[in-house]
């Protein structure tokens, strides 16, 4: 089945205490993309990939990390967190770089405390 | 960048009567939109969208309409059923280029009263 694996699907913390979140997909995708999703606020890019080795910001990347070493994974790192990063978090990918539909993950929901 | 409005932010209505979710974009670039639903506790789903060199799309109850003129675009549902009630995410985005960006509004849950 065709889809994007998220983990941990919840997680509490306490802020400073380094965390990532895993995304992984099975379909072969190039591009992949996290988001962040708050109340009134809709769905917020953090950073994209569009193939192995080369990622860029997306609207809201302070205090985020990312790497992509394998095609089919794509995670992000909270170095440090804060309770401004409390969130529900979705990983995304497509087939192309320029085109096609986004399929997301199920969602981490992360509290920072 | 881009600027997606997205109205209403909560709308109800019975069983079997029509819903209309409208969106607004800022830049006349933007040639793919999307609506994405997202039921409790899962992630969007794509539903329905529209490319710029159309002006309507239906799918079964779901149509989208795009006014590129006045930049606007909306989802409407007819013979709402209960389990369309979700959250619905309008998006608009640039194909033809890498790296391009999806913009997304900011959300209209819609809840349908048996």
């Known amino acids: 089945e065709a889809q994007v694996t998220q983990n941990p699907r919840y997680l509490i913390t306490v802020t400073g205490k380094k965390l990532t979140v895993t995304c992984s997909q099975n379909m072969n995708h190039e591009y992949m993309s996290w988001y962040r999703q708050d109340p009134g606020l809709g769905l917020r890019q953090i950073y994209y990939s569009m193939n192995v080795e080369v990622t860029d910001k997306g609207d809201v990347p302070e205090g985020y990390k990312v790497s992509r070493k394998e095609k089919r994974n794509f995670p992000l790192i909270l170095e440090s967190p804060s309770p401004n990063q409390t969130s529900l978090y979705f990983c995304?990918?497509?087939?192309?770089?320029?085109?096609?539909?986004?399929?997301f993950g199920e969602g981490s929901r992360l509290t920072v405390l | 960048g881009e600027n997606v409005e997205q109205h209403p932010s909560t709308l109800s209505v019975q069983e079997g009567d029509s819903a209309v979710i409208k969106c607004t974009y800022s830049d006349s670039a933007s040639n793919y939109f999307p609506w994405y639903k997202q039921e409790l506790g899962k992630g969007p789903q794509l539903i329905i969208d529209?490319?710029?060199?159309?002006g309507e799309k239906k799918d079964q109850r779901i149509a989208v309409t795009l006014n590129k003129t006045a930049k606007h675009f909306s989802l409407h549902i007819t013979e709402t059923q209960p389990e369309d009630s979700a959250v619905y995410f309008c998006a608009a985005s640039i194909t033809g280029w890498a790296g391009n960006q999806f913009y997304f509004g900011t959300g209209t849950s819609l809840t349908v009263i048996p």
């Open positions: 995304a990918s497509r087939a192309g770089s320029n085109t096609g539909e986004l399929f």
């Open positions: 529209i490319r710029s060199n159309v």
